[in-house]
């Protein structure tokens, strides 16, 4: 019976001490940190060909051949591009207009004007430094957005057989 006893009392205190001893207490800090990015305005930019027809005896002699082509921007939404047409690879070869497409040493002039303009009736699209370039607005998303670009070659012009062509630089800025 004592060896009970002694038992019991051994099982008893070693519980007392247990609960006596509590749980482990830890001990926390917290801190703040700041996460950031920069998003930077950027563009890409794409164009189609404008292809004529030109007849300078019937169909042109007195009314202007048209023709469209687009201009593609996709930009970071919020930017506010501007797009610019260059005067190509033949500027001022004929009078009165600003581009000429070439066949070897004859010359074709023609416009290409700005979207809202009909053709004729518009404000010449320039480069980027020049006066008219186009204000493409505020980017409202990542989609790429065209523009119609109207082309014009002006009436009764007194040139060669042949097929003319010219080349155009299209430029975003951004």
């Known amino acids: 019976m004592i060896f009970y006893m002694k038992l ?74 501007s797009i610019g047409l260059n005067a190509g690879t033949n500027p001022g070869a004929v009078a009165g207009v600003t581009r000429a497409m070439a066949n070897g040493t004859n010359r074709l002039g023609y416009e290409l004007l700005q979207p809202a303009a009909a053709p004729g009736n518009g404000a010449v699209w320039t480069d980027i430094g020049g006066a008219n370039p186009l204000n493409a607005g505020v980017s409202p998303s990542k989609v790429a957005r065209g523009f119609t670009v109207q082309a014009q070659i002006p009436a009764g012009q007194d040139v060669a057989v042949g097929s003319y062509s010219d080349t155009v630089t299209a430029t975003v800025n951004f």
């Open 8 to 81: 019991r009392f051994l099982l008893l205190a070693a519980c007392a001490c247990a609960f006596a001893a509590g749980g482990v207490i830890a001990a926390t800090a917290t801190t703040t940190f700041t996460v950031t990015a920069s998003v930077s305005a950027n563009c890409t930019i794409t164009a189609t060909g404008i292809s004529f027809t030109y007849d300078p005896i019937f169909a042109n002699a007195s009314t202007a051949a048209t023709a469209t082509g687009t201009v593609s921007i996709a930009c970071t939404k919020g930017s506010g591009p």
